[in-house]
């Protein structure tokens, strides 16, 4: 099954960084969506986007629906040490709106 | 409060039985999904229903078996022929056709073979 493209893989950063990670796909999406995976836990819904171009804010994160609707971004400022975990890039494509299909997640370190 | 509750939270398996893992959600939600996550992989469709009494076969069915006889209730079956069945197992729910596909998850459920 198709997987989206999602970068970095990984990221050792120290605490108070800023954090990017994307993800890319070939086909167009109608909705984007970016999940937070905590160890051992099922992932948890951090952002929801539906328009393209879109750009909304959770506390300290914000993502953005590109405006190929190709592509979503991910940003996390000021990062603190509870910010690690893998982060997932989800996205409904346009041509089955049946199911989600996932990127292959961004796994985040944080050094205090 | 509303969300989704996977059974057992860990189990061991002896190869050759089948195991069924228990999924339920009081989310009121039509659609239910079940994904098969591997260390350091993302995550595979397995099966999905849209509606009670009705499911699809995902990216990864084979070896697998779901049911879907209440809109509540969507337990999943690893048989014998699933070759190598040790894997983080995650149920999820969503509104479904009726709304956003914005998936909802359980804790998981983790299945190792013997």
């Known amino acids: 099954g198709q997987q989206l493209n999602q970068s970095p893989q990984s990221m050792f950063i120290q605490e108070g960084e800023d954090v990017s990670m994307n993800c890319t796909s070939s086909?167009?999406?109608?909705?984007w969506l970016w999940y937070k995976q905590d160890p051992g836990e099922g992932p948890v819904l951090l952002i929801a986007?539906?328009?393209?171009?879109e750009l909304t804010s959770n506390g300290r994160l914000t993502a953005q629906f590109g405006i190929t609707r190709k592509d979503s971004f991910l940003n996390i400022s000021a990062s603190i040490p509870s910010d690690v975990g893998i982060y997932f890039c989800?996205?409904?494509?346009?041509?089955?709106?049946?199911?989600?299909?996932f990127g292959t997640g961004t796994r985040l370190q944080v050094f205090p | 409060d509303g969300g989704i509750t996977q059974s057992p939270k860990y189990l061991f398996r002896k190869e050759g039985q089948n195991v069924t893992l228990s999924c339920e959600q009081n989310?009121?939600?039509?659609?239910m999904y079940w994904y098969r996550q591997d260390p350091g992989q993302g995550l595979r469709l397995i099966y999905y229903?849209?509606?009670?009494?009705?499911?699809q076969k995902g990216d990864i069915a084979e070896g697998y078996s779901v049911s879907r006889e209440k809109k509540e209730s969507f337990p999943l079956t690893v048989t014998s022929a699933q070759k190598n069945p040790t894997a983080f197992y995650l149920c999820?729910?969503?509104?479904?056709?009726?709304?956003?596909?914005?998936?909802?998850f359980g804790a998981g459920s983790r299945l190792t073979v013997l």
């Open positions: 999820a729910s969503s509104l479904g056709s009726s709304g956003a596909n914005v998936l909802t």
């Open positions: 086909s167009i999406f109608n909705t």
């Open positions: 986007l539906y328009k393209a171009g």
């Open positions: 989800a996205g409904q494509p346009s041509y089955n709106t049946d199911k989600l299909i």
């Open positions: 989310l009121n939600h039509d659609a």
């Open positions: 229903s849209q509606i009670v009494n009705d499911f």
